[in-house]
């Protein structure tokens, strides 16, 4: 969020402080003055997210080879003019901002709402203005950018602040990411994302000094000032009267009507004329607010000081260390020491978070509040995560005190995120009991490998099929997995969603991105919409199991783009539905057919197992205008759901497809 209302201020009240700036300029000047020293900028990564996902589909449950596409170009871009680029993403939730977490979280369910409502009336994916990026893009990003060889991090705890401290430490160019904390802390320039033009390296400079400069404020003044006007540690109510305060004052001078600006301009006013004083400490001191918001606002301004920088406003304090999560469980040593540097290095995810607080969240997925048959994402993997839990848990030393619970804060329609939900561990069907976590994460034992494979499997309740898994391709067999897993999970899954889910990741595997251009849909249906964003969060859950496991499989073949595309699923969807063939879902591809038949075979037989009969059970689309017989007789009338114009970047194939599915115009 940053601090309230400052850059919109910023960007329309002070255009001083914006000032346009030539990255390449920047770093030929850096070369010059400084040769042993690469110019660096530092990137909040979770602000690139929608400046990276450039497809116009983006409802169907994301592009994602287009998306890595982007994401090579982009860096690409920086180093082709010789600026290194370090990447952030967040690791933590801290627990003084989980607050603010949940109000976000709940703002964005009410979004979700509205896609799913201009679906179901349109049958059409929704305007831009209601973009909302695809489930499971943070977490992937950071594997798209380690596969990508660049230096990624993920934070112990707010990302911000670990941003900021990399930016001052390695003298870094800037810092490129859409947060006003950045100008609020004495750091790296803060560079803007929004503005980033990659064909000519340009992009605007929030000018720190400048800022300073027309607000009448030393650098040292700017963390109170964003705390009064309300960031992620104070909210915006907890000083509402201080802030009323300044106003009248200000309004009383200025002799006119209140203006939006006037809340940055009068609380500055009021810090430079009535604070700022030779003994700042003693002007805190007199502040007319109660003394538990005091407190608060004394730890707002020394979230903002970076290692041996000190504030005239509170008594010093030592390194703002005290957000760093500590263990609440007796967990072996050499295991955390592990899961630390694996989260650190942005290797693996969720074991870490597991170990050290015993808490997970899980961010809005595009669900449909009104789905009464699909239960939600974070009910359907929830098995699976106790298993994780289970296994990661067995690493406690004193059984006696051991926790066998994890806070869970899942998103999900209904929850209101008062609280966690508390999720207990299950047993592990495992024939010679829980391995030790330490032995499977490290051993070189040729049997470790083996057991590494079969505990995986385990997670997701499939250890009776190790020998018809095995033999399987490795990408292959995450897709088994967890096909099988949602299969047996979902009571109202049919024939037809697994025909659609398999055929596509069939299809994905084999062809490269400018084939993609090929597909089209005329018709977005709701449900097709979320079982793709199942899809995704089960990959999620895959990675998580690997990690857990010790990597028995290579992160490369869990990721979607290797696996999925979204308005490629959503065809297939909609041709499985109105009844098309295996043969022309997989394109008249011989070897693809005999593939799907064989995986199709093995998820039914598990499904079975369990005692769990999938049922064909077409779903035709809305009746009415969005009907496929209206469509073809108004085809002209509609849009196409465009595909992204990074794909014009590749030579068109010119080979023909056949037809297919002529009876249902998709």
């Not at 300029?25 to 909040?44: N, S, W």
């Not at 950071?142 to 991090?153: D, I, M, N, P, Y």
């Not at 065809?571 to 005999?594: P, V």
Request: hydrophobic residues 40%; glycine residues 4%; charged residues 25%.
């Amino acid at each position: 969020m940053g601090v309230k209302g400052l850059q919109w201020f910023i960007e329309n009240v002070r255009p001083e402080v914006c000032v346009e700036v030539n990255l390449n300029e920047i770093a030929k000047r850096i070369r010059q003055e400084h040769p042993q020293r690469t110019p660096t900028i530092v990137v909040d990564a979770m602000s690139c997210l929608k400046y990276w996902y450039t497809a116009d589909a983006w409802v169907h449950g994301g592009q994602w080879k287009e998306y890595i596409h982007s994401i090579e170009s982009f860096i690409e871009a920086f180093t082709s003019v010789g600026i290194k680029l370090v990447f952030f993403f967040d690791g933590v939730v801290e627990q003084n901002k989980r607050t603010e977490w949940v109000r976000r979280r709940l703002e964005n369910n009410r979004e979700i709402d509205k896609i799913f409502q201009q679906i179901k009336t349109s049958g059409q994916q929704p305007a831009k203005e209601m973009f909302f990026i695809p489930s499971g893009l943070a977490t992937f990003s950071r594997f798209a950018l380690k596969s990508l060889g660049v230096e990624t991090w993920c934070s112990l705890q707010e990302a911000d602040y670990e941003i900021a401290k990399y930016g001052l430490l390695n003298n870094c160019m800037g810092i490129l990411g859409q947060d006003s904390d950045y100008i609020i802390y004495d750091t790296a320039p803060y560079l803007s994302i929004n503005k980033l033009q990659l064909i000519s390296m340009t992009t605007v400079l929030y000018s720190r000094e400048n800022l300073c400069r027309s607000l009448g404020l030393n650098k040292c003044d700017l963390p109170l000032l964003a705390c009064i006007l309300g960031n992620d540690i104070v909210s915006a109510n907890s000083l509402q009267s201080l802030r009323k305060k300044c106003m009248a004052l200000y309004q009383r001078k200025q002799n006119m009507l209140p203006q939006r600006s006037d809340t940055v301009l009068a609380v500055a006013r009021y810090i430079s004329e009535c604070l700022c004083s030779s003994d700042r400490i003693k002007e805190m001191a007199r502040l007319p607010i109660s003394e538990e918001v005091r407190n608060l606002l004394e730890r707002g301004i020394h979230s903002y000081l970076l290692p041996a920088q000190q504030s005239p406003w509170i008594i010093s304090k030592k390194d703002n260390i005290s957000d760093i999560p500590s263990c609440v469980m007796e967990i072996c040593e050499d295991v955390l020491k592990i899961a630390r540097e694996q989260h650190i290095k942005a290797e693996g995810f969720m074991v870490y978070n597991v170990l050290s607080v015993g808490e997970v969240e899980c961010s809005n997925t595009l669900e449909d509040p009104n789905e009464t048959e699909l239960p939600g994402q974070a009910f359907v993997f929830r098995e699976a995560r106790q298993r994780i839990y289970t296994l990661l848990l067995s690493a406690q030393h004193d059984s006696s005190k051991s926790i066998s619970e994890v806070k869970e804060w899942f998103v999900y329609p209904g929850n209101a995120l008062q609280m966690p939900e508390m999720v207990n561990i299950i047993p592990l069907n495992l024939p010679e009991g829980l391995p030790d976590l330490k032995k499977l994460w490290v051993s070189e034992e040729p049997a470790m490998k083996n057991l590494r494979f079969t505990t995986f499997l385990a997670l997701f309740d499939l250890h009776e099929f190790v020998e018809e898994i095995s033999v399987l391709e490795p990408p292959v067999i995450g897709i088994c997995c967890l096909l099988i897993y949602i299969s047996r999970q979902v009571d109202s899954l049919s024939i037809e969603d697994i025909d659609a889910y398999l055929s596509q990741a069939i299809c994905v595997r084999n062809k490269p991105l400018s084939h993609f251009s090929f597909t089209e849909v005329h018709y977005v249906d709701t449900r097709a919409v979320q079982l793709a964003s199942l899809f995704i969060r089960g990959l999620t859950v895959l990675i998580a199991a690997n990690t857990t496991c010790g990597f028995p499989f290579k992160m490369a073949y869990l990721m979607p783009w290797e696996i999925f595309d979204g308005i490629h699923f959503h065809s297939k969807y909609l041709k499985s539905h109105a009844g098309c063939s295996e043969r022309d879902l997989l394109e008249e591809n011989i070897n693809w057919i005999s593939q799907f038949h064989d995986l199709k075979v093995l998820i039914l037989k598990a499904c079975e197992k369990k005692g769990r009969i999938i049922q064909s059970k077409p779903r035709k689309p809305l009746a009415g205008k969005y009907s496929p017989g209206f469509r073809a007789q108004n085809r002209k009338r509609f849009r196409l759901a465009p595909r992204s114009q990074t794909i014009m970047k590749y030579k068109m194939s010119q080979s023909k497809t056949s037809k297919l599915c002529p009876s249902y115009n998709i």
